[in-house]
Nanobody, 124 residues
């Protein structure tokens, strides 16, 4: 089992940048496909980005392509999400998730492990 703790959220002006981190403990992170999801008030949880255990393969939702970059440092057992050119519609609680299957999935129900989330607020 793996435990996940997110950090790095905060308040940023539109057009600004933030880097989120997700620290994993309990198991070697390279065993897991990792992802970021987000959930805004009154909305369903939404897939943002995912990365294969090796870091070679990534996938993004269309609305963040070219602005967000997912990466991982397996030696540090940490997942990252670099967010740039932030928009008010990016505001949400961002959650990291892990699954033991090799393939990347955009479905939240296919991820067994979740962090508590970190709040991202974007002012216009």
């Amino acid at each position: 089992q793996v435990q996940l703790v997110e950090s790095g959220g905060g308040l940023v002006q539109a057009g600004g940048s933030l880097r989120l981190s997700c620290a994993a403990s309990g198991r070697t992170l390279s065993w897991y496909t990792m992802a970021w999801f987000r959930q805004a008030p009154g909305k369903e949880r939404e897939f943002v980005a995912a990365i294969h255990g090796s870091g070679i393969s990534t996938r993004y939702t269309d609305s963040v392509k070219g602005r967000f970059t997912i990466s991982r440092d397996n030696a540090k057992n940490t997942l990252y999400l670099q967010m740039s050119s932030l928009k008010p519609e990016d505001a949400a609680v961002y959650l990291c998730a892990a699954r033991t299957a090799v393939s990347i999935s955009t479905m939240d129900y296919e991820y067994a492990y979740w962090g508590q989330g970190t709040q991202v607020t974007v002012s216009s």
